[in-house]
Structures are given as structure tokens and as C-alpha cells.
């Protein structure tokens, strides 16, 4: 099992269209609730810009692997 902590960066498992987010993009965790059933993740632009501030059930996040590389792409809001 994961072990995902306060400010671990890590990944979205899920699309977030409410939200403009997508599979893949990363977030920082803000809180961990009830021993990591759920999460508030907060979700930023390379400048720093906060995008959202999402509460996530466990299952729809991973922690960050370390063969990982991160990709760039515009936010696209609806």
C-alpha cells in the first residue's frame, strides 16, 4: 500500500473535467483524512498559479515513481 503523506506530490489516476484536469497531471497533497481514505490536493501551474483544490478518494491518486518524467501541456478550461 502506498504510504502518500502532507505534501507529497502526486499524480491523478482520473480526468477531472469539473476541473480542467486530466490523468497524469500532478498535484500537492494539503491534507490526508481518515489515515489516507481521501486527500486534498492542490493542483498548480508551472508559475505557481493554483488551477484546484480537489478532496480525492485514494483511489484516485498514485504517488510519484522515481523513473517518472513530467510533461507540460495547456490548461484547457470549459
Do not use: C, W
Not at 503523506?5 to 499524480?11: A, G, L, Q, S
Not at 498514485?62 to 490548461?75: G, N
Amino acid at each position: 500500500m502506498e504510504n502518500i503523506k502532507e505534501f507529497d506530490k502526486i499524480i491523478l489516476n482520473d480526468d477531472l473535467p469539473q476541473s480542467g484536469l486530466k490523468k497524469g497531471d500532478i498535484g500537492n497533497v494539503v491534507m490526508v483524512y481518515n489515515d489516507g481514505e481521501g486527500y486534498e490536493v492542490e493542483f498548480l501551474t508551472v508559475d505557481g498559479k493554483t488551477v484546484a483544490v480537489e478532496t480525492l478518494l485514494a483511489p484516485q491518486i498514485r504517488k510519484i515513481s522515481h523513473r517518472e518524467i513530467p510533461h507540460v501541456r495547456e490548461l484547457v478550461t470549459e
